[in-house]
């Protein structure tokens, strides 16, 4: 596939809001000294990730855990920052599609597994090797009604590869999500279908896709030593993956002092799973 290359070169966001937040779930997002890092939800139930490959099964009908266990990918390295459900499903496992999970270090590979209420198991995995800065992507994000993969690579702050003007430019990268026949798939420079620029300087966590547009919490908690960081704005960034820019972030850093970990939507709203003492928190999106 051909490369197409976009480059964003506005610094500014272009419409910033704030939003009234409220909790609508709540348990623990640091939990047996794990933090909480990627979430993602099959109809009335929630997966909730912990560094490490912690998975809590969280029932939003009942408003109560169910289970918990380790994924099959579960490792101290593996950062499971993200978390998002495709379009597939393993033979058997009729109730949940696969699950993709973003490792977020080392390799920056994506884990994807057939899940349930008790356990889970590896079923592919996919990396990326082009010698292009799409290899240090931290986070997948499946689009599954279009069938593809969009990855954000980490900064360019250190890459002396790369000229960027701006402190934090991300690369977001499209690719094809592959069905689940291989074990292991490797993307190459021709694979990617297209790519872009974003520029924002808050710290990166986790996201999701939804109806063409990609979701990022951003920032940190509040701590002692925080207010020193420039990357602390606690937001959600909203890309319009049509239009290749960021849409408008939300700024949530007066209602949620938690650390904003991972988004996905539950009956149309969207629900973010948040650090330290944890809770999902609906976002108004107006």
């Given at each position: 596939?051909?490369?197409?290359?976009?480059i964003?070169t506005?610094i500014?966001?272009?419409?910033?809001?704030?939003?009234q937040?409220?909790?609508?779930f709540?348990f623990?997002?640091?939990?047996k000294?794990?933090?909480?890092q990627?979430?993602a939800?099959?109809?009335?139930?929630?997966?909730?990730?912990?560094n490490g490959g912690?998975?809590?099964?969280f029932?939003?009908?009942k408003?109560?855990l169910?289970s918990?266990?380790?994924?099959?990918?579960?490792?101290?390295?593996n950062?499971?920052?993200?978390a998002?459900f495709?379009?597939?499903?393993?033979?058997?496992?009729?109730k949940y599609p696969?699950?993709?999970?973003s490792?977020c270090?080392?390799?920056n590979?994506?884990?994807?597994?057939?899940?349930?209420?008790?356990g889970?198991?590896?079923?592919?995995t996919?990396?990326?090797?082009?010698?292009?800065?799409?290899?240090?992507?931290?986070?997948?994000?499946i689009?599954?009604k279009?069938?593809?993969?969009?990855?954000i690579?980490?900064p360019?702050?250190n890459d002396?590869?790369?000229?960027?003007t701006?402190a934090?430019?991300?690369?977001?990268?499209k690719?094809?999500?592959?069905?689940?026949?291989?074990t292991?798939?490797?993307f190459?420079?021709?694979?990617i279908?297209e790519?872009?620029e974003?520029?924002?300087s808050?710290?990166?966590?986790?996201?999701?896709?939804h109806?063409?547009?990609?979701?990022?919490?951003?920032?940190?908690?509040d701590y002692?030593?925080?207010?020193?960081?420039?990357?602390?704005?606690?937001a959600?960034i909203?890309?319009?993956l049509?239009?290749?820019r960021?849409?408008k972030?939300?700024?949530?850093?007066?209602?949620v002092?938690?650390?904003p970990e991972?988004v996905d939507f539950?009956?149309?709203?969207?629900l973010?799973?948040?650090?330290?003492?944890?809770?999902?928190?609906n976002i108004?999106?107006?």
């Amino acid at each position: 596939m051909n490369r197409i290359y976009f480059i964003l070169t506005l610094i500014t966001i272009p419409f910033i809001c704030s939003a009234q937040v409220k909790e609508q779930f709540s348990f623990q997002g640091a939990y047996k000294n794990k933090s909480a890092q990627g979430m993602a939800i099959h109809k009335n139930t929630a997966f909730l990730l912990n560094n490490g490959g912690l998975c809590r099964v969280f029932d939003l009908k009942k408003k109560k855990l169910i289970s918990e266990f380790n994924l099959a990918s579960a490792d101290e390295k593996n950062h499971v920052n993200c978390a998002a459900f495709g379009p597939y499903h393993k033979k058997g496992n009729k109730k949940y599609p696969t699950i993709y999970i973003s490792e977020c270090s080392g390799k920056n590979r994506c884990f994807v597994e057939s899940i349930n209420n008790e356990g889970s198991e590896l079923i592919q995995t996919l990396e990326i090797q082009t010698n292009g800065h799409e290899q240090e992507s931290a986070n997948w994000f499946i689009d599954k009604k279009k069938k593809c993969i969009y990855t954000i690579s980490l900064p360019y702050k250190n890459d002396k590869t790369k000229e960027s003007t701006a402190a934090n430019n991300y690369l977001i990268t499209k690719l094809p999500l592959p069905p689940l026949d291989s074990t292991e798939v490797i993307f190459t420079e021709k694979d990617i279908i297209e790519q872009f620029e974003i520029s924002f300087s808050n710290l990166l966590q986790g996201g999701v896709i939804h109806k063409n547009c990609l979701y990022l919490p951003v920032g940190l908690h509040d701590y002692n030593g925080s207010e020193k960081r420039t990357d602390k704005e606690r937001a959600v960034i909203v890309v319009n993956l049509t239009q290749k820019r960021i849409e408008k972030k939300i700024y949530i850093g007066d209602i949620v002092l938690n650390e904003p970990e991972d988004v996905d939507f539950y009956k149309g709203k969207l629900l973010l799973y948040c650090g330290q003492s944890g809770g999902l928190y609906n976002i108004p999106l107006k």
